[in-house]
Protein backbone atom coordinates (compact mmCIF):
# COMPACT_ATOMS: atom_id res chain seq x y z
CA UNK A 1 0.00 0.00 0.00
CA UNK A 2 2.82 2.33 0.82
CA UNK A 3 4.75 1.83 -2.32
CA UNK A 4 1.85 2.39 -4.65
CA UNK A 5 1.25 5.73 -2.88
CA UNK A 6 4.65 6.81 -3.49
CA UNK A 7 4.14 5.44 -6.92
CA UNK A 8 1.04 7.28 -6.97
CA UNK A 9 3.27 11.13 -5.81
CA UNK A 10 5.96 10.23 -8.05
CA UNK A 11 3.44 10.48 -10.97
CA UNK A 12 1.60 13.72 -9.72
CA UNK A 13 4.92 15.21 -9.06
CA UNK A 14 6.30 14.23 -12.72
CA UNK A 15 2.65 16.02 -14.30
CA UNK A 16 2.84 18.86 -12.41
CA UNK A 17 6.75 19.05 -13.70
CA UNK A 18 5.21 18.65 -17.07
CA UNK A 19 2.61 21.34 -17.37
CA UNK A 20 5.00 23.78 -15.52
CA UNK A 21 7.52 23.22 -18.91
CA UNK A 22 4.55 23.25 -21.00
CA UNK A 23 3.66 26.99 -21.18
CA UNK A 24 0.65 26.65 -23.87
CA UNK A 25 -1.49 24.11 -21.53
CA UNK A 26 -0.55 26.58 -18.42
CA UNK A 27 -2.06 28.98 -20.55
CA UNK A 28 -5.28 27.28 -21.52
CA UNK A 29 -5.54 26.28 -17.82
CA UNK A 30 -5.12 30.00 -16.53
CA UNK A 31 -4.92 32.30 -19.14
CA UNK A 32 -8.67 31.22 -20.45
CA UNK A 33 -10.92 31.20 -17.55
CA UNK A 34 -9.66 34.50 -16.82
CA UNK A 35 -9.97 36.12 -20.51
CA UNK A 36 -13.51 33.97 -20.69
CA UNK A 37 -14.35 35.90 -17.38
CA UNK A 38 -13.23 38.84 -18.53
CA UNK A 39 -15.38 39.01 -21.83
CA UNK A 40 -18.44 37.89 -20.62
CA UNK A 41 -18.16 39.62 -17.78
CA UNK A 42 -18.02 43.03 -19.31
CA UNK A 43 -18.50 42.01 -23.27
CA UNK A 44 -21.99 40.10 -22.47
CA UNK A 45 -24.15 42.68 -22.69
CA UNK A 46 -27.12 42.80 -25.38
CA UNK A 47 -28.48 46.71 -24.25
CA UNK A 48 -27.28 49.49 -26.48
CA UNK A 49 -26.85 52.73 -24.59
CA UNK A 50 -25.30 54.66 -27.83
CA UNK A 51 -27.25 54.95 -30.74
CA UNK A 52 -25.37 57.24 -33.44
CA UNK A 53 -28.32 59.35 -35.01
CA UNK A 54 -28.82 61.83 -37.91
CA UNK A 55 -31.89 64.14 -38.44
CA UNK A 56 -32.57 65.71 -41.69
CA UNK A 57 -35.20 68.07 -42.98
CA UNK A 58 -36.29 71.11 -42.69
CA UNK A 59 -37.32 71.13 -38.10
CA UNK A 60 -33.78 69.10 -38.31
CA UNK A 61 -32.19 71.09 -34.99
CA UNK A 62 -35.39 71.49 -33.29
CA UNK A 63 -35.94 67.37 -33.24
CA UNK A 64 -32.08 66.70 -32.66
CA UNK A 65 -32.44 68.83 -29.29
CA UNK A 66 -35.83 67.08 -28.55
CA UNK A 67 -34.24 63.81 -29.12
CA UNK A 68 -31.55 63.84 -27.13
CA UNK A 69 -33.61 65.03 -24.22
CA UNK A 70 -36.30 62.07 -24.02
CA UNK A 71 -36.02 59.90 -20.67
CA UNK A 72 -34.19 57.11 -21.41
CA UNK A 73 -33.21 57.38 -24.76
CA UNK A 74 -30.02 56.35 -26.17
CA UNK A 75 -29.99 58.64 -29.17
CA UNK A 76 -26.61 60.54 -29.63
CA UNK A 77 -27.09 62.76 -32.78
CA UNK A 78 -23.73 62.87 -34.40
CA UNK A 79 -25.37 64.93 -38.15
CA UNK A 80 -27.92 66.66 -38.62
CA UNK A 81 -29.12 68.61 -41.77
CA UNK A 82 -31.74 70.65 -42.07
CA UNK A 83 -31.48 70.44 -46.49
CA UNK A 84 -31.93 66.28 -46.63
CA UNK A 85 -35.05 64.60 -47.45
CA UNK A 86 -35.99 60.85 -47.01
CA UNK A 87 -33.65 59.39 -49.59
CA UNK A 88 -30.81 61.36 -47.14
CA UNK A 89 -31.80 59.48 -44.14
CA UNK A 90 -31.61 55.99 -46.30
CA UNK A 91 -28.09 56.71 -47.91
CA UNK A 92 -26.80 57.73 -44.22
CA UNK A 93 -28.36 54.43 -43.34
CA UNK A 94 -27.17 52.61 -45.54
CA UNK A 95 -23.36 53.99 -45.54
CA UNK A 96 -23.45 52.61 -42.22
CA UNK A 97 -22.82 56.64 -41.10
CA UNK A 98 -25.89 56.25 -38.63
CA UNK A 99 -27.84 53.82 -36.95
CA UNK A 100 -31.15 55.91 -36.90
CA UNK A 101 -31.99 58.70 -39.15
CA UNK A 102 -35.06 61.01 -38.88
CA UNK A 103 -36.81 62.69 -41.45
CA UNK A 104 -38.64 65.81 -40.35
CA UNK A 105 -39.87 66.98 -43.66
CA UNK A 106 -42.72 64.43 -43.13
CA UNK A 107 -45.82 65.07 -40.37
CA UNK A 108 -45.28 63.35 -38.33
CA UNK A 109 -41.43 62.69 -38.81
CA UNK A 110 -40.40 59.43 -39.57
CA UNK A 111 -37.16 57.63 -37.97
CA UNK A 112 -35.53 55.16 -40.25
CA UNK A 113 -33.62 52.34 -38.40
CA UNK A 114 -31.27 50.17 -39.43
CA UNK A 115 -32.69 46.96 -39.17
CA UNK A 116 -28.91 45.22 -39.85
CA UNK A 117 -27.65 46.09 -36.77
CA UNK A 118 -30.51 43.76 -34.70
CA UNK A 119 -29.91 44.67 -31.50
CA UNK A 120 -29.61 49.03 -32.29
CA UNK A 121 -32.51 48.08 -34.30
CA UNK A 122 -34.70 46.64 -30.93
CA UNK A 123 -33.29 49.23 -28.50
CA UNK A 124 -34.72 52.17 -30.67
CA UNK A 125 -37.84 50.86 -31.43
CA UNK A 126 -38.19 50.62 -27.65
CA UNK A 127 -37.79 53.88 -27.40
CA UNK A 128 -39.49 55.78 -30.09
CA UNK A 129 -42.17 53.43 -29.11
CA UNK A 130 -42.28 55.22 -25.60
CA UNK A 131 -43.06 58.37 -27.35
CA UNK A 132 -46.49 57.16 -29.23
CA UNK A 133 -47.78 58.71 -32.62
CA UNK A 134 -45.52 61.48 -32.36
CA UNK A 135 -43.05 59.43 -34.31
CA UNK A 136 -43.07 56.83 -37.54
CA UNK A 137 -40.78 54.07 -37.33
CA UNK A 138 -39.28 52.29 -40.53
CA UNK A 139 -37.36 49.63 -40.30
CA UNK A 140 -34.64 49.26 -43.23
CA UNK A 141 -32.46 46.16 -45.07
CA UNK A 142 -34.13 43.71 -42.25
CA UNK A 143 -37.91 44.84 -41.92
CA UNK A 144 -38.71 42.03 -39.96
CA UNK A 145 -35.91 42.14 -37.20
CA UNK A 146 -34.91 38.14 -38.57
CA UNK A 147 -31.38 36.83 -36.24
CA UNK A 148 -30.88 35.02 -39.52
CA UNK A 149 -30.66 37.70 -41.74
CA UNK A 150 -27.82 39.05 -39.52
CA UNK A 151 -25.82 36.16 -38.36
CA UNK A 152 -25.43 34.19 -41.57
CA UNK A 153 -23.14 36.87 -43.09
CA UNK A 154 -21.35 36.82 -39.71
CA UNK A 155 -21.07 33.09 -39.66
CA UNK A 156 -19.30 33.03 -43.32
CA UNK A 157 -16.77 35.01 -41.94
CA UNK A 158 -16.55 32.40 -39.33
CA UNK A 159 -15.89 29.67 -41.15
CA UNK A 160 -13.43 31.31 -43.11
CA UNK A 161 -11.64 31.87 -40.17
CA UNK A 162 -11.65 28.22 -39.10
CA UNK A 163 -10.82 26.92 -42.14
CA UNK A 164 -7.47 29.72 -42.80
CA UNK A 165 -6.23 29.37 -38.86
CA UNK A 166 -7.12 26.03 -37.77
CA UNK A 167 -7.23 23.67 -40.79
CA UNK A 168 -4.09 25.20 -42.36
CA UNK A 169 -1.98 25.20 -39.16
CA UNK A 170 -3.38 21.60 -38.60
CA UNK A 171 -2.02 20.60 -42.08
CA UNK A 172 1.20 22.47 -42.10
CA UNK A 173 2.65 21.41 -38.67
CA UNK A 174 1.74 17.41 -39.95
CA UNK A 175 4.34 17.91 -43.18
CA UNK A 176 6.77 19.22 -40.04
CA UNK A 177 5.75 15.98 -38.40
CA UNK A 178 6.92 14.21 -40.75
CA UNK A 179 10.11 16.04 -42.43
CA UNK A 180 8.12 17.26 -45.45
CA UNK A 181 8.54 21.06 -44.69
CA UNK A 182 12.62 19.95 -43.85
CA UNK A 183 13.18 18.75 -47.16
CA UNK A 184 11.89 21.97 -48.51
CA UNK A 185 14.90 23.72 -47.19
CA UNK A 186 17.52 21.85 -49.68
CA UNK A 187 15.45 22.67 -52.60
CA UNK A 188 15.94 25.97 -54.94
CA UNK A 189 12.44 27.16 -53.43
CA UNK A 190 11.24 30.59 -52.34
CA UNK A 191 9.47 30.41 -48.82
CA UNK A 192 7.16 32.68 -50.25
CA UNK A 193 6.24 30.36 -52.80
CA UNK A 194 6.47 27.63 -50.11
CA UNK A 195 3.70 28.96 -48.26
CA UNK A 196 1.82 30.18 -51.21
CA UNK A 197 1.89 26.55 -53.22
CA UNK A 198 1.12 25.11 -49.28
CA UNK A 199 -1.96 28.08 -48.51
CA UNK A 200 -3.44 27.50 -52.14
CA UNK A 201 -5.65 24.41 -51.52
CA UNK A 202 -7.00 25.93 -48.56
CA UNK A 203 -7.82 29.54 -50.35
CA UNK A 204 -9.88 27.61 -52.62
CA UNK A 205 -11.34 25.25 -50.59
CA UNK A 206 -12.20 28.09 -47.78
CA UNK A 207 -14.00 29.93 -51.09
CA UNK A 208 -15.82 27.32 -51.82
CA UNK A 209 -17.14 26.67 -48.18
CA UNK A 210 -17.84 30.78 -48.74
CA UNK A 211 -20.19 30.30 -51.67
CA UNK A 212 -21.69 27.25 -50.49
CA UNK A 213 -22.85 28.78 -46.96
CA UNK A 214 -23.97 32.04 -48.95
CA UNK A 215 -26.39 30.12 -51.39
CA UNK A 216 -27.72 28.33 -48.50
CA UNK A 217 -28.58 31.12 -46.24
CA UNK A 218 -30.25 32.66 -49.37
CA UNK A 219 -32.34 30.11 -49.97
CA UNK A 220 -32.94 28.26 -46.47
CA UNK A 221 -33.50 31.63 -44.58
CA UNK A 222 -34.09 34.07 -47.05
CA UNK A 223 -31.12 36.11 -46.14
CA UNK A 224 -30.94 39.02 -49.57
CA UNK A 225 -27.62 39.67 -51.19
CA UNK A 226 -28.35 43.63 -52.04
CA UNK A 227 -24.97 44.15 -52.81
CA UNK A 228 -22.21 43.85 -55.14
CA UNK A 229 -20.57 40.12 -55.92
CA UNK A 230 -17.41 42.16 -56.87
CA UNK A 231 -16.91 44.26 -53.38
CA UNK A 232 -17.95 40.98 -51.30
CA UNK A 233 -15.02 39.29 -53.38
CA UNK A 234 -12.32 41.25 -52.57
CA UNK A 235 -13.70 41.82 -48.36
CA UNK A 236 -13.67 37.59 -48.29
CA UNK A 237 -10.27 37.66 -50.20
CA UNK A 238 -8.08 40.05 -48.54
CA UNK A 239 -9.75 38.35 -44.66
CA UNK A 240 -8.78 35.12 -46.25
CA UNK A 241 -5.11 36.02 -46.56
CA UNK A 242 -5.47 37.51 -43.17
CA UNK A 243 -7.02 34.12 -41.53
CA UNK A 244 -4.52 32.07 -43.67
CA UNK A 245 -1.13 34.42 -42.47
CA UNK A 246 -2.84 33.31 -38.58
CA UNK A 247 -2.52 29.33 -40.02
CA UNK A 248 0.92 29.75 -41.26
CA UNK A 249 1.86 32.01 -38.24
CA UNK A 250 0.52 29.15 -35.84
CA UNK A 251 2.18 26.30 -37.68
CA UNK A 252 5.42 28.47 -37.05
CA UNK A 253 5.32 28.52 -33.41
CA UNK A 254 4.31 24.54 -33.31
CA UNK A 255 5.61 21.61 -32.87
CA UNK A 256 2.60 18.93 -33.67
CA UNK A 257 -1.02 19.36 -33.52
CA UNK A 258 -2.14 19.65 -30.08
CA UNK A 259 -0.09 22.68 -29.72
CA UNK A 260 -1.53 24.11 -33.32
CA UNK A 261 -5.53 23.95 -31.84
CA UNK A 262 -4.19 25.13 -28.67
CA UNK A 263 -2.39 28.21 -30.16
CA UNK A 264 -5.19 28.60 -33.07
CA UNK A 265 -8.00 28.84 -30.47
CA UNK A 266 -6.47 31.45 -28.52
CA UNK A 267 -7.14 33.40 -31.86
CA UNK A 268 -10.09 32.09 -32.75
CA UNK A 269 -12.28 32.76 -29.42
CA UNK A 270 -11.74 36.22 -29.13
CA UNK A 271 -13.13 36.84 -32.84
CA UNK A 272 -16.29 34.99 -31.80
CA UNK A 273 -16.60 36.61 -28.97
CA UNK A 274 -15.86 39.93 -29.57
CA UNK A 275 -16.30 40.89 -33.11
CA UNK A 276 -19.74 41.92 -33.02
CA UNK A 277 -20.71 38.13 -33.84
CA UNK A 278 -22.45 37.81 -31.00
CA UNK A 279 -22.36 40.97 -28.53
CA UNK A 280 -23.10 43.85 -30.56
CA UNK A 281 -19.89 46.14 -30.56
CA UNK A 282 -21.87 49.14 -29.72
CA UNK A 283 -23.06 47.24 -25.98
CA UNK A 284 -19.08 46.48 -25.17
CA UNK A 285 -17.75 48.56 -22.63
CA UNK A 286 -14.33 50.43 -24.63
CA UNK A 287 -12.40 49.03 -21.51
CA UNK A 288 -13.12 45.41 -23.79
CA UNK A 289 -13.94 46.99 -27.07
CA UNK A 290 -10.36 48.09 -28.47
CA UNK A 291 -9.64 44.62 -28.64
CA UNK A 292 -12.37 43.92 -31.36
CA UNK A 293 -10.71 46.35 -33.59
CA UNK A 294 -7.63 44.79 -34.08
CA UNK A 295 -9.71 41.24 -35.08
CA UNK A 296 -10.25 40.94 -38.54
CA UNK A 297 -13.33 39.05 -38.04
CA UNK A 298 -14.59 42.46 -36.85
CA UNK A 299 -14.01 44.29 -40.93
CA UNK A 300 -15.02 41.05 -42.35
CA UNK A 301 -18.42 41.22 -40.84
CA UNK A 302 -18.98 44.98 -41.77
CA UNK A 303 -18.03 44.36 -45.32
CA UNK A 304 -20.76 41.04 -45.10
CA UNK A 305 -23.72 42.37 -43.41
CA UNK A 306 -23.31 46.00 -45.24
CA UNK A 307 -23.12 44.45 -48.70
CA UNK A 308 -25.39 41.23 -48.40
CA UNK A 309 -28.22 43.74 -45.82
CA UNK A 310 -27.67 47.52 -46.67
CA UNK A 311 -26.53 47.15 -50.33
CA UNK A 312 -23.36 49.74 -49.48
CA UNK A 313 -21.01 50.66 -52.18
CA UNK A 314 -17.65 50.19 -52.24
CA UNK A 315 -16.56 53.68 -51.02
CA UNK A 316 -18.79 52.98 -48.22
CA UNK A 317 -16.97 50.02 -47.04
CA UNK A 318 -13.37 51.59 -47.47
CA UNK A 319 -12.38 51.61 -43.44
CA UNK A 320 -13.01 47.85 -43.30
CA UNK A 321 -11.42 47.08 -46.87
CA UNK A 322 -8.25 48.58 -46.22
CA UNK A 323 -7.65 47.62 -41.96
CA UNK A 324 -7.80 43.86 -43.82
CA UNK A 325 -5.56 45.07 -46.18
CA UNK A 326 -3.16 46.49 -43.42
CA UNK A 327 -3.65 43.24 -41.44
CA UNK A 328 -3.36 41.19 -44.68
CA UNK A 329 0.35 42.33 -45.55
CA UNK A 330 1.57 42.94 -42.07
CA UNK A 331 0.19 39.07 -40.52
CA UNK A 332 1.19 37.48 -43.73
CA UNK A 333 4.23 39.28 -44.68
CA UNK A 334 5.47 38.05 -40.74
CA UNK A 335 4.51 34.30 -41.10
CA UNK A 336 6.07 33.95 -44.35
CA UNK A 337 9.56 35.48 -42.45
CA UNK A 338 8.98 33.42 -39.49
CA UNK A 339 8.29 30.49 -42.27
CA UNK A 340 11.86 31.72 -43.70
CA UNK A 341 13.94 31.46 -40.56
CA UNK A 342 12.21 27.96 -39.97
CA UNK A 343 13.28 26.83 -43.67
CA UNK A 344 16.90 28.06 -42.90
CA UNK A 345 19.79 25.89 -43.30
CA UNK A 346 22.54 25.07 -40.29
CA UNK A 347 19.59 27.46 -37.89
CA UNK A 348 19.37 25.72 -34.88
CA UNK A 349 16.07 27.03 -33.99
CA UNK A 350 14.86 25.09 -37.34
CA UNK A 351 12.02 22.41 -36.62
CA UNK A 352 13.05 18.65 -36.73
CA UNK A 353 10.82 16.30 -37.77
CA UNK A 354 8.59 14.13 -35.40
CA UNK A 355 6.67 11.07 -35.55
CA UNK A 356 3.32 11.38 -34.30
CA UNK A 357 2.47 9.08 -31.93
Same mark, same amino acid.
Given at each position: ??????????????????????????????????????????????????????????????????????????????????????????????????????????????????????????????????????????????????????????????????????????????????????????????????????? =???? /?????? %??? &???? @?? +? $????????????????????????????????????????????????????????????????????????????????????????????????? =???? /?????? %??? &???? @?? +? $?????????????????????
Amino acid at each position: MRSNLKSMRAMILKEFRELRRDHRTMGMLIGMPVLLLVVFGYAANFTVDNVPTATVGPQAEQVAQQVEVIAQAPFDVVEVDPGGNAATAEDLLQRDSVDVAIDTGQQPPVAYIDGSSLFTAQTSIAAFNRLGDQVTVEILFNPELKTSWVMVPAIIGLILTFIGTIITSIGMVKEKQTGTIEQLAVMPIKPSTVILGKI =LPYF /LLATLD %MVL &VTVL @GM +V $LFDVPFNGSVGVFAIGAGLFLFVVLGLGVFVSTISQNVGQAIQTAFFFLLPQILLSGFIFPLEAIPWGVRWISYFLPLTYFTMVSQGVMLRGAPLDA =LWFP /LIMLAI %MAV &VIFT @GA +V $LRFRRNLAPGDGRRSKPKVSA
